[in-house]
């Protein structure tokens, strides 16, 4: 069973740094493309970023491009986003999801990812 438990959420004040972690079991992320999307409030969802050890592919979403940076551990199974200079815009829950088509061709599209954690609430603001 494929599960993918996010973590690090929180209240963070604009300009400030976070750091999501999810927790992969099921499947092992080196095999597969892994990212983050996330949904604000009355908005659709939205990729973040996404990564694929296995043929080195690596795609940002151009508002996070920059201030955004999307890591795996192997040895822990776990996909990280460290996000610096938030801002009131990042607030959001944030997914994790994994997909069998690599970062190079599935375009950040929700479609394509077909395992989901549950989220976590980021939420930025002074």
């Known amino acids: 069973q494929v599960q993918l438990v996010e973590s690090g959420g929180g209240l963070v004040q604009p300009g400030n740094s976070l750091k999501l972690s999810c927790q992969v079991s099921g499947l092992t992320v080196d095999y597969f493309a892994v990212g983050w999307f996330r949904q604000a409030p009355g908005k659709e969802v939205e990729g973040v970023s996404c990564?694929?050890?296995?043929?080195?592919?690596?795609e940002y979403g151009v508002p996070v491009k920059g201030r955004f940076t999307i890591s795996t551990d192997s040895a822990r199974n776990a996909v990280f986003l460290q996000m610096h200079n938030l801002k009131p815009e990042d607030t959001a829950v944030y997914y994790c999801a994994a997909s069998t088509v690599s970062c190079h061709y599935n375009d950040l599209r929700r479609s394509e990812f077909y395992y989901w954690g549950q989220g976590t609430q980021v939420t930025v603001a002074s």
């Open positions: 990564i694929s050890n296995s043929d080195g592919g690596l």
